[in-house]
């Protein structure tokens, strides 16, 4: 529903041109009040991804001072904050690329937002927080990130908080899981792990599991993502609290491949590669996330990965992408 006339908010949007960034700029425009702002420096997203009613700014959140004239000029009421560079297995081996991104950058727009009042800081984190933990993992769990990219996003998790606390800046964090769809980025070879089997089945190359495959994961279609993400600044209820988001259900990176393969239709071999350094079993309840957002994951599975299979055909395979600028070497995943 649309604002009432005059109510115009307008809105940051961080990684607005990646997957799940585009989405939630495309779901805040369907409000005819809402203008919005989309940053971005194209690494990981594309310009063609981002919503033609968004004003588009081709820089980084690591630009303090371009952050900082953002809000400035724009006098944002909310900052969607989505940018990162979410290659969990990989960001031990690029820890200050990782802490430079994912953390550095944050904070940058930390201090944006409350030298510049922003209403409400609405952030991106992830079940990597949790590291191995209870299942199905909940947000009073205490978190034990095993990943430099879930330390990074644990921290500014508490960089909100303690800015609530000193500044008064209002917070929503959401804690997606393993979100997949229509425009992600099927060329990344270190992360999006349906992106890259669909991407390797489309050039007919074989589909690599690390280890026996029984990690499980519950996959999530950005459908059941981003529209709430886009909401929780209209959501009292919502304001400087944590929620897990994403689908109930878990599957094995075996089933997975299969999955895919049947949407895709077409079979290729699957190669097994020495098990890198990962949470074995990760998924989560989503109680919370209902209680108050009165909503839950509705798209199944392999309903997701036909709509994904379609829009991957209609794209065509991509030539994978690495990292150029490994701090680490030593006992770097095959592969990578």
């Known amino acids: ?82 940018a990162a560079y979410a290659a969990e297995g990989l960001s031990h081996f690029i820890k200050r690329f990782n802490y430079q991104n994912n953390l550095i950058g944050s904070v940058n727009l930390i201090n944006a937002a409350v030298n510049y009042n922003v209403k409400h800081f609405v952030f991106s984190s992830s079940i990597a927080v949790y590291g191995t933990n209870q299942l199905p993992m909940h947000e009073e769990l205490i978190p034990m990130p095993e990943d430099s990219y879930g330390i990074a996003k644990y921290a500014v998790e508490q960089e909100l908080a303690i800015s609530k606390h000193l500044f008064d800046l209002d917070y929503t964090i959401f804690r997606p899981h393993n979100v997949y769809g229509e425009g992600q980025n099927i060329s990344d070879k270190y992360r999006n792990v349906i992106g890259i089997f669909m991407n390797n ?80 079993h990760a998924y989560c309840s989503h109680e919370k996330f209902q209680r108050v957002f009165g909503i839950h994951s509705t798209v199944p599975l392999k309903e997701g990965l036909n709509r994904m299979a379609a829009w991957a055909k209609s794209i065509g395979a991509r030539p994978a992408t690495g990292y150029a600028d490994i701090e680490i070497r030593k006992n770097l995943p095959e592969g990578w």
């Open 1 to 82: 529903m649309a604002s009432p006339l005059g109510t115009t908010k307008t809105s940051l949007v961080t990684g607005g041109a990646g997957f799940l960034g585009a989405h939630v700029v495309n779901e805040l425009l369907r409000d005819a009040n809402q203008r919005v702002v989309v940053l971005d420096d194209l690494s990981g997203g594309f310009r063609e991804n981002t919503n033609a009613a968004a004003t588009f700014v081709d820089g980084t959140i690591l630009d303090a001072s371009l952050v900082n004239r953002l809000c400035e000029q724009y006098q944002f009421d909310y900052i969607f904050h989505l």
């Open 201 to 280: 089945i489309m050039k007919g190359e074989p589909l690599r599991i690390f280890g026996d495959g029984e990690q499980t994961r519950a996959y999530t279609h950005v459908a059941d993502v981003a529209p709430h993400i886009a909401r929780a600044v209209k959501i009292p209820a919502a304001s400087c609290e944590t929620f897990n988001l994403g689908s109930d259900t878990p599957a094995t990176v075996n089933e997975l491949a299969e999955l895919v393969m049947q949407a895709m239709g077409k079979e290729v071999p699957v190669i097994r590669v020495q098990a890198r350094e990962e949470v074995k």
